[in-house]
RNA sequence: GGUCCCGUAGCUCAGUUGGAUAGAGCAACAGCCUUCUAAGCUGUGGGCCACUGGUUCGAAUCCAGUCGGGAUCACCA
């Protein structure tokens, strides 16, 4: 027992900066130790970047892995040997190395049950193991949502919104100084198609007289609005007129274009109007992004944002860095750059998306001077950033290159791409609505809210459907188009949300049940592999953290989350907990589940998503 | 046609900067609840990693080409 003693004193002492970059500091220790190695007996000089470091598999002996292929033009050696000689130079020069062994050119490091232990017992009770805690004094801004205020929001908000809150969640998690914001696109076309068409067949309904929430009282309008137009067309077709002609004459859409035209003129009544609907609509999201669990910093409004671009394009214009041609329409020349010419303004000089874009890049830069300006949108957006940026520079403004358009793939349906137009879309309001009607059906069939009161049963439900869904969409490379089957309702069991935070749950239970005041493990008990393995996972999540801000892909702590849960589960259900009889190994084993339901609880707080204390 | 993205099990997806015998889940089949929550665990079957060539000690991963799928190249946003 004095042993204990010696081994844990010091680590009472050892302070937050220290802990965060525990294998950090570790993995670079590792790979140092090789290139002293290989210098000692080869005289070869290498740096990091030429070591592969990697958690050694599972099938093998060992925890860190170095291939020395690299190395045997220098040793002269076979790689057998050369590993061998390596293995030996460490381990008698790193204490944390305890042994190695030899598999043709692989090097197995073994660390030694003390380091693990030391890293265990040092931060297994911190909720916030693996962030860094220090705040950097620039600014990150990330953009997500971006909707329209002509109809609700649907499938493929929820993947902007559940990305852009995700990756914002991670990036505050590696120190960033986060600013999310979003931009409403509340002026244009769109919205006066909703406008004319409540104008003309309202009768006046409001969300309060309808009982319609606001957002979807706009959209249905909308609808309405294009259900007529396109009988307007076919009729001036079947009177002999060419489908593009009659596309441009119909009557509404003229009826639309002329209360753009007021709109912009501020006519007091269209305005009137347009802040009416538009305030139905902000209601109606802003209860879709309570329940989605999203926030922001801060708003722009187009409305308030494309006047600025139009006297930043005018401002080029003077300057001689844009061309004005004869019908008077503004354009950017983009051919030395490979690209073509961009419009951006309208011969009427109204302006277009492209100029509304950079009348708020200009205006959040010179809100916030952000070192970075994240926008979470589209990957069919992809020209469109690159000229923006292109235009950004050309203008002169340096500041263009801290843009980065963080592009994410479509939400495919089995028919294919949702489309408004087609009416295949899957609302965000009735998809939330089927998920917790699955999640109650699924609890009240499993017996598993039995004992709940109704407010409590209420909200795990609604807390496991928004798991599942939130976990299907965060757990696919934002990069790839994936695909949403709506028929086959959304998984609760296998690599789900509900499964991990199920295992969240059985371990809230497990710690509720121990009668042990739980201490450090001591230093004499056997672990495991099984053990071993959940030590390992643990021990990663620091570089996922860090992977997953690098790459802003939350999907990265998705699957490292779910291979946790999945390993704490097979321990679970194999190795006894509470009802071990030896003291020290019981102690062991719950300290293991502390740290693994914190960061179970703190990964999935990276992903929106809420683990409850029983399920 | 130009540019960009994607192609891994029947389906949905993982696969760290190139490393050892390519992994999960779902679906199918077979087991495990008088023992810490069975929304769980264990097992079986299922693969020319689209194809061809190249780079190298080593390629699902990098390069070139081919074939499939998607996006985009709007005075829509």
Known sequence: MNIRWVFFIPLFIVNLHFQYHFKFMLESKLCQAVIKAVHALYGLELAEKDITLQKTRREFTGDFTVAVFPFVRASRKSPEITAAEIGQHIKDNIEE?????????????????????????????????????????????????????NKPLHLGHIRNNLLGWSVAEILKANGKNVVKVNLVNDRGIHICKS??????????????TSGIKGDHLAGKYYVLFDKNYKT??????????????????????????????????????????????????????????????????????????????????????DDGKLIRKPDQSVWADLTEEGLDEKLLLRADGTSVYMTQDLGTAHLRYHDYQPKQMIYVVGNEQNYHFDVLKLVLKKLGYNWADTIQHLSYGMVELP???????????????????EMEKTAYEKALELGKIDDFESEDAKHLYYTIAMGAL??????????????????????????????????????????????????????????????????????????????????????????????LAKEFNAFYQEITILKEENEELRNFRLVLSVFTSNIIKSAMGLLGIAVPERM
């Open 415 to 433: 028919a294919g791409k949702m489309k408004s137009r087609e009416g295949t879309v899957v609302d965000a309001d009735d998809l939330m609505d």
């Open 470 to 563: 939130k976990y299907f969409i965060l757990k696919v490379d934002p990069q790839k188009n994936m695909l949403f089957n709506p028929t086959e309702s959304i998984d609760f069991n296998g690599h789900t949300g509900p499964f991990i935070q199920y295992t969240h749950a059985r371990i809230k239970s497990l710690l509720k049940k121990a009668l042990d005041e739980i201490k450090p493990a001591d230093a004499e008990i056997e672990m495991l592999p099984k053990e071993k393995e959940i030590i390992r996972l643990l021990h990663d999540y620091p570089s996922i953290i860090k992977l997953a801000g690098e790459g802003r892909s939350p999907a990265l702590i998705a699957n490292y989350i779910y291979e």
């Open 97 to 149: 190395v305890f042994d190695f062994n030899v598999i043709k050119g692989f090097l197995n490091l073994s660390l030694s049950k003390i380091y693990w232990l030391q890293f265990l017992n040092n931060n297994f009770r911190q909720t916030d193991f693996g962030f860094t805690t220090s705040k950097e004094n620039e600014v990150v801004m990330i953009e997500y949502s971006s909707p329209n205020t």
């Open 232 to 317: 307007e067309i076919a009729d001036l077709i079947a009177n002999g007129m060419e489908k593009e002609s009659a596309e441009k004459q119909a009557p509404l859409i003229l009826e639309a274009q002329e209360m753009l035209r007021k709109w912009e003129a501020k006519d007091d009544a269209v305005i009137q109007l347009w802040k009416r609907m538009n305030n139905w609509v902000y209601e109606g999201f802003e209860q879709t992004y309570t329940r989605m669990g999203i926030d922001f910093d801060k708003t722009y409004y187009e409305s308030s944002t494309y006047l600025l671009g139009k006297s930043i394009v005018e401002e080029g214009l």
């Open 195 to 208: 406008m004319l068409a409540w104008q003309k067949w309202g009768n006046g309904e409001t969300p309060e």
